[in-house]
């Protein structure tokens, strides 16, 4: 028995609340999985956001004004009035939890959407592509097709050890979160009802898939949510001469960022001043580090580039010799496969989907022990490498080697076997 007929395409509902062309992230996330899978599939995207918040789809519209992706049907799904009202709070920074109340009723407005589209084309599927987390599954899985969702993730908590990293609200912020997981994966009954009634689960990081098996029973196929776009390539300039070694943070500079751990560990550092940090992103947090950057002496090693377009975030990329990430909870930042298409090694904690992504010898991974000894670690690798500089060629090259791996063009045929298996797992259970 096999999924769709040989020859034809299968045609796919996909869910994406967010996607953009130009945004990184969750928005490239589903953009990438479109704009790769249009070849092999005929899609239509159901969709709430291409910009900062719910509704605003500029960048949709503006790209959709002067270009198209064959084969795919772009559907702006716009929020109804009661969650256009309990989000304009969450638009101007207050009430910012009011939106997962607007976000469940814009997931039932998709829903809603997704009964009249089934009603007039024979779509072979369904796959809840993202945003990546568990706790929202949406309506789609209620729908008589077969029904794939991820890659998911958000079932990790921030280890113990690194919860002093926070600032007070941040602290207060993911102990919060460490207990609505705990409830909902245990206590939720559309949660639940959503992972049982999944033909294929996607987990983006083995960890968070030993928690899906451990606690709701439920076995999935590990895949990291995005992958490289492009070419693969090294800028062989940059090791010619290590007058100054550029190192590279990229995100928001907020709690679970954890910017922070790089600073301190700098202000440790016997050879800070052998660094350039370049800072890309902005955040809550900025103002309060930019302030600890300068009482350290750091202000010349560090420089803030605020939001930057992707095309010079890739250009900064291309110029760095090592990668800092330093977040406290995470899946697969997108950052971290721009990196590698960048040759460039990665220096990040031991866990989250880090610990799946980065290869031996492809970078340093600092284990998760207590807080002081995190900053001492990183603190000690990054002194070794300002003495022995010349070691970031060699890793750049394994990166190199290893980048493939991670590539787009070997998604789709992993995602059409997933897209078959999904139908003959259907069929087999309602035949």
């Known amino acids: 028995m096999t999924g769709v007929a040989p020859g034809r395409r299968p045609r796919v509902l996909i869910l994406a609340y967010l996607i953009s062309p130009k945004r990184g992230s969750e928005y490239s996330v589903a953009w990438n999985h479109v704009s790769q899978m249009s070849a092999h599939c ?200 290590f007058q100054k070694i550029r190192l590279i943070w990229i995100g928001s500079i907020e709690a679970r960022k954890a910017l922070v751990l790089l600073v301190r560990a700098l202000s440790r550092c016997r050879h800070a001043e052998r660094f350039v940090v370049d800072v890309v992103g902005d955040g809550p947090l900025k103002e309060g580090l930019q302030l600890e950057v300068d009482a350290c002496g750091l202000s010349d090693v560090f420089q803030w580039h605020g939001q930057v377009p992707r095309a010079r975030v890739r250009e900064l990329l291309s110029q760095a010799h090592l990668h800092i990430l330093t977040s406290v909870s995470e899946a697969n930042t997108t950052v971290i496969w721009e990196a590698m298409g960048c040759g460039l090694p990665t220096l990040s904690l031991d866990h989250c989907g880090m610990h799946d992504t980065i290869l031996p010898g492809c970078g340093f991974k600092i284990p998760v022990s207590n807080l002081e000894k995190i900053v001492e670690d990183i603190a000690v690798v990054l002194d070794r490498v300002a003495e022995n500089p010349a070691d970031l060629q060699g890793m750049a090259e394994r990166v190199i080697a290893h980048a493939g791996e991670f590539h787009w063009d070997h998604r789709p045929e992993f995602f059409l076997s997933q897209y078959d298996r999904a139908i003959m797992k259907y069929r087999q259970r309602t035949d």
């Not at 009964?115 to 796959?127: E, G």
């Open 42 to 241: 005929d899609i239509t995207v159901l969709y709430g956001s291409a910009g900062n918040h719910m509704g605003d789809f500029d960048d949709m519209d503006e790209f959709l004004k002067h270009s198209t992706l064959p084969n795919v049907e772009f559907v702006a799904v716009r929020a109804g009035g009661l969650a256009k009202l309990l989000n304009s709070a969450n638009r101007r920074g207050h009430l910012v939890y009011t939106f997962y109340i607007a976000y469940r009723l814009w997931h039932w407005q998709a829903y809603r959407t997704a009964c009249r589209l089934i009603a007039d084309v024979s779509f072979d599927l369904i796959h809840n592509l993202g945003p990546i987390g568990y706790r929202e599954p949406g309506y789609l899985w209620r729908l008589p097709l077969p029904y794939v969702w991820g890659p998911i993730g958000g079932a990790t908590n921030v280890p113990a050890a690194l919860v002093p990293a926070l600032p007070f609200a941040g602290k207060l912020k993911l102990l919060f979160r460490a207990a609505v997981n705990w409830c909902q994966l245990r206590f939720s009954h559309r949660v639940r009802r959503a992972f049982a009634r999944t033909d294929v689960l996607l987990t983006a990081t083995t960890e968070n898939q030993r928690i899906f098996n451990q606690i709701l029973g439920r076995e999935s196929e590990y895949l990291p949510e995005n992958a490289i776009v492009g070419p693969i390539s090294v800028n062989s300039e940059k090791f010619r001469t």
